[in-house]
Structure formats: C-alpha cells, structure tokens
C-alpha cells in the first residue's frame, strides 16, 4: 500500500494558477491537423494525480471577441453586471473575458430580440425563426452562430449589458486526459491537445480553451489556473496483468501515461498499443515514444492505423479485426481493454469490432458476446475514457 496523500488545497472551486512550461506542435509539417503536447508545471501546489486522470483548465476568452461583442452593444465593458450567485458586481468586461461563454445562444436570445428589434424586417426574420414549423431551422441557424453574430446581424435590437449576459451560459472548465505518469513526472501534468480553430456564418471560431492554452499563453508567464479530475480510468491495478490500449488521435493521451506508469512499476503485463489518425509521416502522435519502447520490450505490439495513407480508409477497428485471434488470446488470458477518444463513432466502432471478435474467435453468440463485454466491464477490464 502507498503512503496516504495529504490533500491540496487547490480544487475545481480555488484552482491553482500553474505555469506551462512547454507548449510544441506534434504534427509534422504539411499535416491537416494542430495536436500541441503541452507540459503544466504544478510545483508548490501540492497536487496531486494518477494515470488515468484528467486536468481541469479554466481559460479566458479572445480578447477580439470581446471587443467586438463591446463594440456591437455600444459599450465600454466598464458597466456593472450581476451574474447569478455572484455576491457583488463586475464589470462587463470581466464577465466576457472570464466568466460567460460567448458561444451556444439559445431560442430565448431569440426571442429578447424579436421583442426589442424596431426595424420591421429584423423583427420579421426573427419572428420568423420562432414559429412552430421552423423549429429545425432555428436549430440549424443558431448552431452556426455565437451572441456577436446575433448583435452584428439586428442592431436595431438593442441590449443592455445585463440583458446580454443574462442570456449567456457560465464558461466551464474544460477537461484533457494526463499525457504523463507521476512516478516520472510528479511536479509536472503533460497534455496532448488538439487545437481547434474552424469557420462559420463567415466568422473565424476558435476552441476557447484550446487556443487559449496554445496562443495566448506565454510559456512559463502566464497563469493558467487548473485542478486535477480523478477519474476510476486507469491501468490494471495488478501489474502483471496484459494492457490493450486503442487510441487514435489525442485518445492517445492517456496510454502514454499508462506506458510510462508501468515501465516504472517493472510491470510484468504486456503492451499492446492501437493508434490511428490521418498520416503517418505527419500525425505519427509520441513515435519516438513508442520506438523506444517497443525496442526496450515494454510496447509489446504496436498497431497503426493511418487512414489517410492509401485509397481505403483504414481504422483502429479495421486493424482489432485483422488481428482478431490473438487479440481474442489476450482477452481470454485475463488482458484489460481501453479505449480513448472521440465517443461518437470511434469509440462505437471499436466496441462493436469488440463484440466482433469475441464472438467470432470465442465462437459464441452475440448474445453470449455481449455478457462476456458485460462481464469485463464488471470486472473492470473494459474501460472506456471518450468524449
């Protein structure tokens, strides 16, 4: 048993204000994507983590945008503003750089104004938004529009400060899963991030929270205040048993703690890695990583997947079936299966491949398959960490 771990003071509700201290693209050059392998100095903070856990990190808006949404309410960001359960006032300015999220307006900002707009064909497009029938429409044309949108596109509506912000959500934490093991790394938090930058309603929109981290940040200046999310995501508590870890993309995370965590134990289990993204000679995520490993005989297998490196796209799920004997050998044996990353297909895809293989090679029904998955999930050796 290891020592028991005298808690920090620092949570999601008193954040500590860490520094970044490295912050380098991973893709090569050339490649369609931006994944940054960022590094998070946590030293004085008495923080805490595990493989397997996330880093909550609170991010501040874009300073244009801001300016912008001041400009189109005819503001100075001087003006005091209530949020909810806030026990005084703050200023405007405050509440769109850090408090608000300046994405995701709802039918009722429709609504406001629909109600205040004084020019009759804003007023007619509006109302025209709101009738029954338009509901999928309304969906549809908010989706690609945040409150600067909406204020550019009926000025004749005018909103007080207040009236703006108390159409806007809170602007939450956002969560990356650990990149490192604090067996090698305990006063340090590595993340991998994919920046996400993209285009609207003719409007260029960021990811808050990836592009604060990747641009706004000065290396090892700025305050970037985080708390640790501990998670039941981890690798097998006994070592000696077999690890198979699929995750493409930033859904490698995670498995790069796991690595590193288990080379430190001595665990005897063996390794097996499935990672997938675009191209190989410029989204290979940590390669030198894996070659190490797989030369010291810690990374057992490694399987790759670069869907974009031939005329068939191939995946994760493609390369489990390929190798659906022994995949089905190592389960059999008592292997832990994870999977990280993107919930809404990859994730599905690598259950039902899963489901596929045990079925087939345990030459067992799919009903019977599907209790075997039950099982492991019990057991806990079917872990899933998606988003």
């Known amino acids: ?24 693209v991973l893709n090569g050059p050339g490649s369609a994507k931006e994944t940054r392998h960022l590094v998070v100095s946590i030293a004085g903070s008495g923080l805490h983590y595990k493989a397997g856990d ?17 400009a189109a309410l005819g503001a100075t960001g001087d003006e005091p503003v209530t949020l909810p359960k806030a026990v005084a006032p703050i200023t405007l300015r405050e509440a769109l750089a850090s408090k608000l999220a300046l994405a995701g307006p709802t039918r009722r900002m429709v609504e406001t104004l629909a109600a205040k ?21 309304l ?80 290396v090892g200046m700025t305050p ?18 077999d690890a198979i870890m699929v ?36 989204d290979f995520l940590y390669e030198e990583d894996w070659a190490a490993y797989q030369k010291s005989g810690h990374l057992t297998r490694l399987d790759t997947a670069f869907s974009r490196d031939q005329l068939t796209k191939v995946y994760v799920q493609d390369r489990m079936r390929e190798n659906a004997a022994e995949l089905w050998a190592w389960i059999k044996a008592g292997a832990h299966f994870y999977v990280c990353g993107d919930a809404k297909r990859m994730a599905k895809d690598v259950d039902i491949a899963l489901h596929d293989v045990i079925a087939g090679q345990g030459n067992l029904t799919p009903v019977e398959a599907a209790d075997y998955v039950k099982l492991m999930k019990k057991e806990k050796r079917y872990q899933r960490d998606v988003y």
């Open 1 to 24: 048993m290891s020592d028991p771990v005298a808690p920090s003071a620092f949570s999601k509700d008193n954040p500590f204000d860490a520094r970044i201290t490295d912050n380098r």
């Open 54 to 70: 996330s880093l909550g990190v609170f991010a501040t808006n874009r300073p244009s945008e801001v300016a912008a949404l001041l």
């Open 117 to 137: 707009a004084v020019l009759p064909h804003e007023k007619a497009t509006l109302e025209g938004l709101l009738v029954p029938e338009s509901k999928e429409v």
């Open 139 to 218: 969906a549809t044309w908010l989706d690609a529009r945040e409150f600067i949108d909406l204020l550019a596109e009926f000025p004749s509506a005018r909103l007080t400060p207040q009236e703006l912000v108390d159409h806007m959500r809170k602007l939450m934490p956002r969560l990356y899963s650990i990149a490192s093991s604090p067996r090698l790394h305990p006063q340090e938090i590595h993340l991998t991030v994919a920046v996400v930058r993209y285009e609207t309603n003719g409007r260029d929109r960021v990811g808050v929270c990836t592009t604060f981290m990747a641009d706004r940040v000065t």
């Open 224 to 241: 970037t205040p985080v708390f640790v999310s501990h998670s039941h995501f981890g690798p097998p508590e006994d070592p000696a048993k």
């Open 247 to 282: 995750g493409p993309g930033t859904g490698i995370a995670p498995f790069r703690a796991f690595l590193q965590d288990r080379v430190a134990l001595n665990a005897p289990g063996r390794n097996w890695l499935f990672f997938g993204d675009q191209r190989r000679g410029t």
